[in-house]
């Protein structure tokens, strides 16, 4: 029988794991070097909306690199599906930050790296920054079914401290690949980065992608099911970087890790989850975020590919 989900104990699940003490909080900008390393929250959202969660699961955190499927999602539906011309979809066996682009067509090697978010927010609609912006911050809120701040003093840091965001966008530029200028790609990627979430939020948005691009919360269709399906299956391939597929193996449920220490996971058809704590591992993945996330696929069998 398959576990129900709706009555799997979050907080014995953190109480178990919150002893860990392996990783490092990331110090790239001070706002993440600040971070308590002691924070850990769990939060799960199945398809008919109900939201399960641990303690700690209402502090907020910057989404960082864990915006980036919805960004991608966002450059999808808007470019009508151009964005898959624009940005490649292979693993890269790389850092998130890697100044490379793929050999003879100068596009980034898929939307979950830096060079390719930087390029899908730049995809999305609007006529210049602030509109970008705001049809970014439209997107996001649909996905969590609610308006979500941002922190302007991480998006400020995230900008004027991207070097090697700088040098990728340039790089794109040169290319022929990006069609706006270099800052104003880098700043509207820093202030989506940016933007507050909390585990539940998270979890939220997870189960929006699960669902088929509908938020179990609010019913709406956020994107179409074949956004949703193309974002979903990216994720399973290169959503933890160069570790992609040690977590397929390992946890078997798509997901994208970042430098706050979240993680937010898509089991598609089943529910969204997510997982912060800061302490990161050698490829930017939350320690306790990555055993967690192992013991709800075991749990709730999860995996992608375990016979049922």
């Known amino acids: 029988m398959t ?135 439209a997107g996001l809120a649909a996905f969590a079914g609610r308006d979500l701040a941002v922190d302007e003093g991480v998006a400020h840091d995230e900008h004027l401290l991207g070097d090697r965001n700088h040098a990728l966008a340039h790089l794109m530029r040169a290319e022929g690949t990006m069609r706006v200028s270099a800052d104003d790609a880098v700043a509207v990627y820093a202030r989506a980065c940016a933007t507050v979430v909390d585990a539940e939020t998270l979890a939220v948005m997870g189960a929006t992608l699960a669902c088929g691009g509908v938020n179990p919360r609010t019913g709406e269709r956020v994107v179409p099911a074949q956004v949703a399906r193309d974002v979903v299956s990216v994720m399973a391939t290169c959503g933890v970087y160069d570790g992609s597929g040690r977590w397929m193996r390992a946890v078997g449920v798509p997901a994208k890790s970042s430098v706050s220490g979240a993680i937010v996971l898509a089991a598609p058809g089943r529910l969204g989850a997510a997982v912060v704590s800061p302490p990161l591992d050698a490829q930017g993945t939350s320690v306790r975020g990555r055993l967690a996330s192992e013991a709800l696929s075991d749990d709730l069998h999860l995996h992608s590919f375990a016979a049922r």
């Open 3 to 137: 576990p129900d989900p709706h009555r799997y104990d979050l907080d014995a699940l953190r109480i178990r794991l919150i002893d860990e003490r392996e990783g490092e909080v990331d110090d790239s900008i001070p706002q993440l070097a600040d971070a308590d390393p002691e924070l850990f929250a769990i939060a799960l959202v199945t398809p008919d909306g109900t939201v399960r969660s641990s303690a700690d699961a209402d502090v907020e955190i910057s989404i960082q690199s864990a915006v980036k499927p919805f960004l991608f999602a966002l450059a999808l539906l808007d470019t009508e599906g151009e964005a898959l011309d624009r940005v490649g979809i292979e693993p890269t066996g790389e850092s998130f930050d890697a100044v490379k682009l793929e050999s003879g067509t100068g596009r980034p090697p898929n939307p979950m790296v830096n060079a390719g978010a930087l390029l899908t927010a730049s995809l999305v609609r609007g006529a210049d920054p602030a509109a970008r912006d705001a049809r970014i911050a």
